[in-house]
C-alpha cells in the first residue's frame, strides 16, 4: 500500500469521529488501519479502547466445504431478528465473505450485505499461519467500541489451527458435515478440547445422524473441568432448519460462562497473553533493526554455512550486539 | 515429561558417540531431545553442526486425503534402490507415519520400517500452527550429521500453512487429487508460490488428466523469476506408477538450483532467518521470564479489562520493566 493512504493525526483525529458517530465507512477505514498499519492500529486502539462495549465473540470453524459461510450467514440473520447487531470478521480464503468460493454463494449472501446492522470484513489472512491474525484482537476492538453486540469470526480450520481462534472467541463452533470422515480423525483431539458447540450441518445428507453420534461418543470420553458438556447440534443452513436451536446452544454457553465467571478469567487470560504478544513484537521489531544495522551479520551466516560455527553459538553473538544497543539506548 | 528423562552432560557425550558410530537408538534419542528440550538442543547441536554433510531437504505438502503418505513410501523406497539413505520426518496427524490413519495403512507400510536405511520419526506438532516446527531445521541438521543422504518432510497443507515448508525444503512438492476442486481454489496462490513440483496423484481417478491441465494453466499465468517452470507429474502411489519419473523431477529442480546458485543462496536465507528466530525465541524467554517476576503485570491485566487503560500503553509498561532488566543485568 502506498503512504499516501495512511492518515495523518489530524485525518486520524476526524475519522475517529465519523467512527463514534456510526459511519460505516469509517468502520472500515479503521479496521483497514488496525489490520494493515501496526503503528496506526496502536494510535487507535488507545483512542477507542475505552468505549468499548460488551461484545460477544462467537469463533466459527470448519473443514473446507462444511458450509462455515452459509451457517454464519443464517446466523447471523437469526441474531439480527432478535434485534442485535454483528460484526463479521472472515479469515477464510475460500469463504464467499473473503471473495473466494462461487459467484452462487455471494449471490445468496446479498441480503446480508444490505443489512446496515451487519458488517462484515473479509481478513485477507496474507502471511499468517494458521489463519489467525495478530490484528483480530484489535479488530475485535474496534467492533465493541463501534458498538457491535455479537462478533462472528469464521476461519477454515486445519489440524492444530483452531487452537487461535478459541483464544479469541469466546463460544468456540467447530462444524462438521457428513462424509468426511479423514478430517473427523485428524480433528479428533482439537474437538473435544476447543468445541463448546459441535455443529453437524448439512444434516440433511445422509450420515448425519451416525456423525451426531460419533461426536456424542468421543465427548463421552473425555472429561471437561469447566462443566459444560458441549452439544451437538443438527443444522441444514441451506434450508435454514436448526439455525434458532444453533442460536440458542451458543447463548446457552455464553450464559454458562457467564454466570461460572469462566468468560472473566477467559478475557483477563487472553489480555494477558495479548499484552505479552505486544511486548514481543516490540522486542522482535527491536531485533530486526538490530541485525540490519550489524555489519558482522553477514559473516556469521556464511560462517554457519560453511560450518565453522553452529548456529546458537551464532545468535549468542548477535544476542550480544542486540543487549548492547539496549544499553546503549540508556545513554542517548 | 519427567525430569528424570533429561540426560546429564556424561549421558549426553556418550548418547553423542553412540550418534557418531551409526546408532539408530542413539539417533532416535537425539531427536527426541532436540524436539522436546530446547536447552538440549542447543548443547547437542553444538557438537554434532561441524559434522553435517550435504543432506537435500524434500518437503511434501497436500491436503488430507491426498494420498501424501504412500507417495513419501514410495519415493522413498526408489530413493533407497538407488543406494540412497532416507530420514523422514512426517507432521501431519492424519499420516499414518505419525500414528494417525488407519491400521492398513500403517502395515503397508511395514517395508519401510524394516529397511535400515530409513528412519522415520513422526513429530507430535503440538503447540505448533500450521504444523511446521521450530525443531524441524534442528532435526534436519541431526539426520544430515547423521549421514542421511535425503531428509523428506511431509505436512498437510491448508491455505497459507504450506508457506512454512517451502522454507525448509530445498525441494517442496505439492500434492494433489482429482476431485477436490474446492481446495484447489484455496490453495491457489500457494501452488504457484512455493511447489517447485506439482504432483497429481491417484492418477487412475477420473479427472486426473484434466486437473493436470488446469494446473498447467495456473503455471503459465505465473511468472517465475528464476528460470524453473514447475512440471506437473501424474502418479499413482497406491499401483507405484510415475514414481520415478516423480524422483527424477524432484532431481532434475535439486541439479537446477545447485547450479544457478539458487540452494546456495536459499540456504544462507534460511540460515539468517533461522538466526533471527533464535535470538527472538531468547528475547521472549527472557520477557516471559521479566514478566513472571513483574508484580504489577496482574494489575495490568486488570486495568485493561476495566477499560482503565488500553493493551498498547500497558504493554509499554511492561517494556519499560523488562528494559530494566536487561539493563540490571548488567551490573550483575
Known sequence: MSDHEKPGRDDLDDLI?????????ALARVITLV???????????RKIHAHRGNTYVIGI????GSGKSSLVTKLTQRIRARGKTVGIISIDPASPFSGGAFLGDRVRMKELFLDSGVFIR????????????????????VFDA?????VI??????????????NIANTTVVVFVPGLGDSIQAQKAGIVEIGDVLVVNKADLEGADSLAVLLEQMLDSYTRQTGWRPPVVLTSAKDDEGIEEFLDEVLRHRNHIELSGILERKKKDRIAQRLQDIVEDL???????????????????DKVHSGGIDPYSAADEIKDHVIDRVRGDDEG
Chains 1, 2 share one sequence.
Not at 489490520?35 to 486502539?45: G, N, T, V, Y
Not at 470453524?61 to 473446507?64: A, I, K, P
Not at 463501534?146 to 455479537?150: A, H, I, V, Y
Not at 522486542?283 to 551466516?301: P, Q
Open 17 to 25: 469521529t465519523r467512527f463514534f458517530d456510526g459511519d460505516k465507512k
Open 35 to 45: 489490520e494493515d498499519f501496526p503503528d496506526k492500529a496502536r494510535e487507535i486502539i
Open 61 to 64: 470453524t470448519g473443514v473446507l
Open 122 to 141: 473479509s481478513s485477507s489472512a496474507r502471511g499468517r499461519i494458521g489463519g489467525m491474525s495478530k490484528a483480530t484482537d484489535d479488530m475485535v476492538i
Open 146 to 150: 463501534f458498538g457491535k453486540d455479537f
Open 153 to 166: 469470526i469464521e476461519t477454515v480450520g486445519a489440524g492444530q489451527s483452531e487452537v487461535g481462534i478459541s
Open 283 to 301: 522486542a522482535r521489531d527491536f531485533i530486526v533493526e538490530s541485525i540490519g544495522g550489524f555489519e558482522g551479520f553477514g559473516k556469521l551466516v
